[in-house]
C-alpha cells in the first residue's frame, strides 16, 4: 500500500519553523547552542597548544623523530565513529580499562558520563586525541621558517622564549589561521563523537546542535521540518563565523 501526498494539507509557514526553534517551543536550540560554543572552542583550543607544542617538539633533531611522526598522526587515519567506539570502551563504568586499573588499585569505579560536566570532559578529551594531528599541520609550516632568523636572533642574545613570540608565532600565523579555521568548522559539526560516546547524556544535556537535528529527525516523532531548520541555521552560524573570522584577519594584516 502506498500513500500519496495530499497537496489540499499543505500550506506555507514562512519563518515560523526557525522562530519555533529559535524561542524555544520546540527543540533545545540555545542550550545545544551555548555546550556547541564549549564543546568547540575547548577542543580548539587544546588542538591548537598541544599541536603547537608537538610540532615544535618533532621540528627538533631527536632520535626516531620519524616515528614519533607517524604515530602521532594515527588518530587521524582512524575513522572517527573507530575512534568513538575505542574511547567509549575505555571510559566505559563496568567493562572499561579506565576503571579496572582503579578496581586493581582497590579505589571504586567511575561513572565518567553520569554529569554532565563528566560528560562533557570526556568527549572533550576524546575529540581531542582525535584532533590534535590535525593541528600538527603546523609543523610543515615550522620548516618554511628559515634557521638564519633562529641563528641572527640567538647571536642578538634573544632566549627561547622571545625566539619563539618574535620568530615562531608571526611566521606561523598564516598556516595557524587556516588549521584554527578548518578545526572550528570541524569541530563545531563533530557528530560521531557526542553521539557515539555520550549520545547527548546525560538526559540531552551534551547535545551539540549536529546531534540536536539528529534526533530531531530519526528519533520519537520524527520533525524533519525541525533538522532542516537546525541545518540551515547550522550553516548560518558556520559562514557568520568565517566571515567574521577573515574579516579580523585581514585587519590584522593576515590573510585566510
Known sequence: MTCTPNPQAWHYVGLQNYTDLITGAVGRFWPQFWITLIWTFSCVLFHDTLGLSLAILLH??????AIYRVLLIVPWAVP???SAFAWKFIFDRDSGIINAALKAFGQA???FVDTTAKALTTVIIV???????????????????PADLYEAAEMDGANGWQRFTNITMPSLRPVSASVILLGTIWTFNMFPIIFLVTRGGPGGSTDILV??????????????????????LILSILI?????????????GEVC
Open 211 to 232: 546531534t540536536g537535528a539528529h534526533k530531531a529527525a530519526f528519533e520519537g516523532l520524527r520533525n524533519y521540518s525541525l533538522a532542516a531548520s537546525y541545518g540551515v
Open 80 to 82: 572517527a565513529f573507530v
Open 240 to 252: 557568520v563565523y568565517s566571515i567574521g573570522y577573515r574579516f579580523f584577519l585581514r585587519k590584522q
Open 109 to 111: 569505579p567511575v561513572d
Open 60 to 65: 627538533r633533531e631527536i632520535r626516531g623523530r
Open 127 to 145: 575529540n581531542v586525541w582525535l584532533g590534535v594531528p590535525f593541528m600538527m599541520a603546523i609543523l610543515g609550516g615550522l620548516q618554511a621558517v
